[in-house]
């Protein structure tokens, strides 16, 4: 069985902007903020017993950092310019865009991204992207059917699997980002 690991990017913003080297492609392409960083961070013990066959990022820095951050072992990876997000591709998410003809775009850059790098999977790879809110959402969309709204948690992490049709094993989990929940908490709780 073929699986698919989506991760969004940790949060990014402009503090850090001095203290990394790098050329920006545009005013959106930004670096990881410490909470980023410290988020990505904790996505290496989700991973640290997978091997990935194939990982995509988008050439965004905040994607690309995060990618570092986690740390994850694989056998091939790229890094992709047809998986950035692209200022206000979301309908209804940023400032009420309603732009159809924006619509169709993302959603031939998708549908590009999946005839392109995940129409040719062999079965039981293992694949890791590491992209955008949006783009997940909208590549969700494609290969499901389903839409899942308009929000993915920073470093939120999304699996597929594929036998016969991509099927959602879950969505946008990000248990990973809390601390374990101390027991004498959850204690107070109990009938006892």
């Known amino acids: 069985m073929t699986t698919l690991y989506l991760v969004r990017h940790g949060e990014a913003g402009d503090e850090?902007?001095?203290?990394?080297?790098?050329?920006?492609?545009?005013?959106?392409?930004?670096?990881l903020t410490e909470l980023g960083l410290a988020q990505a961070l904790?996505?290496?013990?989700?991973?640290?017993?997978?091997?990935?066959?194939?990982?995509?990022?988008s050439d965004y820095?905040?994607?690309?950092?995060?990618?570092?951050?986690?740390?994850?072992?694989?056998?091939?990876?790229?890094?992709?310019?047809?998986?950035?997000?692209?200022y206000c591709e979301c309908i209804g998410k940023n400032f009420?865009?309603?732009d159809l003809a924006e619509f169709k775009r993302q959603k031939q850059r998708v549908q590009q991204f999946i005839d392109a790098y995940l129409s040719d999977l062999s079965q039981n790879?293992?694949?890791?992207?590491?992209?955008?809110?949006?783009?997940?959402?909208?590549?969700?969309?494609?290969?499901?059917?389903?839409s899942f709204?308009?929000?993915?948690?920073?470093?939120?992490?999304?699996?597929?699997?594929?036998?016969?049709?991509?099927?959602?094993?879950?969505?946008?989990?990000?248990?990973h980002l809390y601390e374990p929940v101390d027991p004498a908490i959850t204690a107070l709780f109990s009938d006892g």
């Open 61 to 86: 820095f905040r994607a690309m950092e995060t990618y570092e951050q986690m740390g994850v072992q694989t056998q091939s990876h790229q890094v992709l310019p047809q998986i950035r997000e692209l």
């Open 149 to 175: 709204g308009h929000e993915v948690t920073h470093t939120g992490v999304t699996c597929l699997t594929f036998q016969d049709g991509w099927q959602l094993s879950f969505f946008n989990e990000s248990s």
């Open 96 to 98: 009420g865009n309603t």
């Open 16 to 31: 850090r902007i001095n203290a990394v080297s790098y050329e920006p492609k545009n005013e959106y392409d930004k670096p």
């Open 125 to 146: 790879e293992t694949v890791l992207v590491v992209a955008h809110g949006c783009f997940i959402l909208y590549l969700l969309k494609q290969l499901t059917g389903v």
């Open 42 to 57: 904790k996505l290496g013990p989700v991973f640290k017993e997978t091997l990935f066959d194939r990982s995509f990022t």
